[in-house]
Nanobody, 125 residues
């Protein structure tokens, strides 16, 4: 079992920047693939980005490619999402997720075993 806690959400103007943090418990963080997902009111949860254990592979949803950067610090059991050029459509609750398995489902919420509580990001126009 692993506990994930997100932080760093808030209210920003369109075009602004924000960095989210996901802190993980346990000693096995370095072997977990980590992902970020978001969910807006009335909409389905959608994939944002993922990063493999050694940070050798990252992937992004087309909607955030070039604007968001996912990273991790295994020594600190922490994952980050740097968000730039934010748009009103980025408004959502952002959750981090983790899995120790290689299911080939990193772009789907079904590929993850552990989830944080979410942190709200609101982008005003």
């Amino acid at each position: 079992q692993v506990q994930l806690v997100e932080s760093g959400g808030g209210l920003v103007q369109a075009g602004g920047s924000l960095t989210l943090t996901c802190a993980a418990s346990g000693r096995s963080f370095s072997v977990y693939t980590m992902g970020w997902f978001r969910q807006a009111p009335g909409k389905e949860r959608e994939f944002v980005a993922y990063i493999t254990p050694s940070a050798g592979t990252t992937a992004y949803a087309d909607s955030v490619q070039g604007r968001f950067t996912i990273s991790r610090d295994n020594a600190k059991n922490t994952m980050y999402l740097q968000m730039k050029s934010l748009k009103p459509e980025d408004t959502a609750s952002y959750s981090c997720a983790a899995t120790p398995f290689n299911r080939g489902k990193y772009r789907s919420s079904l590929g993850y075993d552990y989830w944080g509580q979410g942190t709200q990001v609101t982008v005003s126009s």
